[in-house]
């Protein structure tokens, strides 16, 4: 799950755009959807539905998930996530030096876009 967070904002951040014009509901926009006024919110959706065929309806969406108080509620909502994945790691048991390269892998993974404040 968390890798696949990690490909939504890669996605989002290189600009590729291409869940904006899928209309593909990353985690990033439905957190972004519910943390919003009602006001935003269909704001938000009006511009989910214009992705598809509108490049500035891509750009003013990109720019509404990545507004720092959107992206610091986002990591905020990831870091239990992040926590139970390294919890559920040690709970396997095995090699130490395995498991530590495990949790610096999902570190790393998490980390990659530091934009996103979850390293």
Excluded: K
Excluded at 74 to 80: K, M, V
Excluded at 106 to 119: K, M
């Amino acid at each position: 799950m968390l890798r696949q967070i990690v490909n939504d904002q890669r996605d989002i951040v290189t600009e590729r755009d291409e869940d904006l014009r899928n209309g593909t509901a990353t985690y990033l926009l439905v957190h972004a959807l519910r943390a919003a006024t009602p006001e935003r919110r269909a704001e938000l959706l009006r511009l989910s539905s214009q992705a598809g065929r509108s490049a500035d309806a891509r750009r003013m969406l990109r720019e509404a998930l990545l507004a720092p108080g959107v992206i610091d509620s986002y990591a905020e909502s990831l870091r239990p996530l992040i926590a139970r994945t390294h919890t559920l790691l040690d709970s396997f048991g095995g090699e130490s030096s395995c498991n530590a390269e495990l949790h610096a892998l999902i570190d790393q993974t998490v980390g990659w876009f530091p934009q996103f404040r979850l390293g």
